[in-house]
């Protein structure tokens, strides 16, 4: 298989024309590099055994309504015979790829055209759908699944606008680097059914980022976790280790629909699922298989995006133009600075800002090295550079605090200035009145004050001073509930309702409700008859049965998903049948 795929690509630099000497150098290096891959891989394939994603249900938490500038495509100039010649064929006005170094506020500019595999691609196209489909080299589904899923997005056109929308910042180096490595342009589409191409998109097998990465194999592939980043989210180092490792699953199963499938339900599934077929006599290829429901969908998913996208209207929707030019350049930066500050001086929205960069929680970016790389808009990059290079302001605004177990949030939060939801949201804190246990908290710098009055109660800010009618705001955390909500105020599901406008229970994350309180004596004299009570409840159990889920039993017995989690010492959302869990 090895030496076919160097065949094809030395058959490929062969036919072209417009090769250089050095370019037939650079493009014999890559194809060995590659023939080195694909047969390290195969040799290496059944050494280790990972699963990548579950294929299950996408939980998106992050705002979903923002959208990218749309980019003009503009006219094509004029070109003489020799610009015609010189000109880069992948990448039109904007092929070259912007490398700005900065260090500290030592600031240097260098541009970098970069024309790797340019020679091989052939005519130019504006288009980038075009250019895709100009790569497509995997063989047509035959699935009769797949006339379901293309029903499925047809029917919603405004969820593949968005989609679509949002696929417009990183398609481009994405394609870019699937061309790199010889693979089928259709991979570039394989976001679309992964994650929708949202990178804060969150499963409930905790897989995370546009490539939907679980923990342990994003760890596999180099994809740093801890509580400043989560490079499972990081859109250049998440493309290139899933692209690895679809590269690893083809040179172990010999074709893209397995790879697909294996990166789908695990190499150690497919694995299986052949052996079965191949012990009964039976075709090993992927529709012969015997694989979970999801996993079976998995191709047939991806080959009904890829028809929606080559013929857009057979299907009634209408695809937006994408540029074939780079969305975004990578920047150098100093290892500490705030992610509002880096908007701020590349004069671009924060939310954009965390669109190219969403590996990143907290404001405060803590860079272990000396400088980290940052994407922004190919455009804002210069300017990001410039303004840098004349800031002389701090360029972090937060610190590190030390709380210590029992000590209370509001008095936290009031010691350095900071509303105690903006704390809890920052921090990942829980409802929870007291540090359950110590622990480094992100505060603002230089806020500081030990006699600050204590002003906001929980998380909340009170709206009016008067004895009666008091109304605090509640941001809904991750695993929240109406009812749980409602508890912890003392006050009925139904007053937040009226008070909210709502017409049903249900919440998400990041929702802000208002709580009207008779009066804010009463709410703490609520408080602390619902501490004592907490003291004396009993823990009870209950048995998993089939069906039930985190949420469903979370709703049953009227408690918060992270109250459970906590209780039972999970840190998934996955439970079985017939396990048993604490209920206080």
Same mark, same amino acid.
């Given at each position: 298989m ?29 194809t060995?590099t ?45 070109l ?26 030592n ?39 797949t006339s379901?899923?293309?029903?499925w ?62 923990p342990?194999?994003?760890k ?63 075709p ?21 995006v ?8 057979n299907?009634g ?36 800002? *965390? =669109?190219? $960069? ?8 803590? /860079?272990?090295?000396e &400088?980290? !790389? %940052? ?25 590190t ?22 704390l809890?949201d ?23 004050s030990?006699?600050?009055p ?39 599901v139904?007053?937040i *309702? =009226?008070? $909210? ?8 994350? /990041?929702?802000?409700? &208002?709580? !009207? %309180? ?31 889920t ?34 206080h």
């Amino acid at each position: 298989m090895g030496i076919q795929f160097f065949l094809r690509i030395g058959q490929s630099i062969q036919t072209s024309n417009a090769l250089s000497g050095n370019a037939l150098s650079r493009a014999l290096r890559c194809t060995l590099t590659l023939v080195a891959i694909v047969y390290s891989a195969s040799i290496h394939a059944e050494s280790s055994t990972i699963s990548n994603v579950a294929g299950d249900e996408i939980i998106i938490f992050s705002d979903d309504t923002f959208k990218p500038a749309i980019r003009d495509l503009g006219s094509k100039p004029e070109l003489n015979k020799e610009q015609q010649s010189q000109k880069n064929t992948r990448g039109g006005r904007l092929a070259d790829n912007l490398e700005i170094t900065i260090k500290d506020k030592n600031v240097n500019l260098a541009e970098e055209t970069n024309a790797t595999g340019s020679e091989q691609q052939g005519t130019q196209h504006e288009d980038l759908w075009q250019r895709i489909k100009n790569g497509y080299a995997m063989p047509d589904s035959t699935s009769a699944l797949t006339s379901k899923h293309e029903n499925w997005y047809s029917s919603r056109p405004d969820y593949v606008q968005r989609m679509v929308e949002r696929s417009q910042r990183y398609l481009f180096h994405i394609v870019e680097e699937v061309e790199k490595r010889g693979m089928p342009t259709e991979i570039a589409l394989l976001p679309m059914i992964e994650s929708a191409y949202n990178p804060k998109a969150y499963s409930r097998s905790s897989a995370s980022g546009i490539w939907q990465f679980i923990p342990s194999t994003g760890k596999h592939f180099g994809l740093k976790q801890n509580w400043w980043v989560d490079n499972r989210r990081n859109i250049t180092l998440a493309t290139d280790a899933a692209l690895t490792y679809l590269q690893k699953l083809h040179a172990m199963f010999g074709a893209w629909d397995l790879a697909l499938a294996a990166y789908n339900a695990g190499e150690g599934t497919i694995g299986r699922a052949i052996e079965r077929n191949r012990k009964l006599g039976l075709p090993t290829d992927y529709e012969s298989l015997n694989l979970p429901d999801e996993t079976r969908n998995y191709v047939p998913k991806l080959q009904a995006v890829k028809n929606l996208m080559t013929h857009p209207s057979n299907y009634g929707l209408e695809i937006p133009t994408i540029a074939n030019t780079p969305y975004f350049a990578k920047v150098s930066a100093p290892a500490k600075i705030d992610t509002h500050l880096v908007a701020k001086l590349a004069e671009i929205n924060h939310d954009e800002f *965390l =669109a190219l $960069n969403p590996s990143y929680d907290r404001p405060l970016i803590n /860079g272990e090295h000396e &400088n980290l !790389e %940052l994407l922004l808009p190919i455009m804002a990059a210069q300017t990001f550079k410039t303004n840098l290079a004349n800031y002389e302001k701090p360029l972090v605004n937060w610190q590190t605090y030390q709380a210590k177990r029992g000590e209370r949030m509001d008095k936290i939060a009031s010691k350095f200035g900071i509303n105690l939801a903006q704390l809890r949201d920052v921090n990942d804190l829980s409802a929870q009145p007291k540090m359950k246990k110590s622990a480094t908290l992100l505060v603002p710098k230089g806020n500081e004050s030990e006699d600050a009055p204590l002003t906001v109660v929980e998380d909340n800010e009170i709206e009016s001073d008067s004895s009666t009618n008091k109304t605090v705001t509640h941001k809904v955390k991750k695993g929240e509930i109406m009812q749980s909500i409602a508890k912890y105020y003392g006050v009925s599901v139904k007053q937040i *309702l =009226a008070a $909210n406008s709502l017409r049903n229970t249900k919440v998400k994350a /990041g929702q802000v409700l &208002n709580i !009207e %309180l008779n009066d804010a004596k009463d709410f703490s004299d609520h408080q602390k008859s619902s501490n004592k009570t907490k003291a004396l409840v009993k823990k009870k159990t209950y048995t998993v049965k089939r069906g039930d889920t985190l949420h469903s039993i979370a709703d049953k017995f009227d408690v918060a998903v992270a109250d459970l989690k906590r209780w039972n010492k999970k840190t998934s959302n996955h439970i079985k049948p017939g396990a048993t869990l604490i209920i206080h």
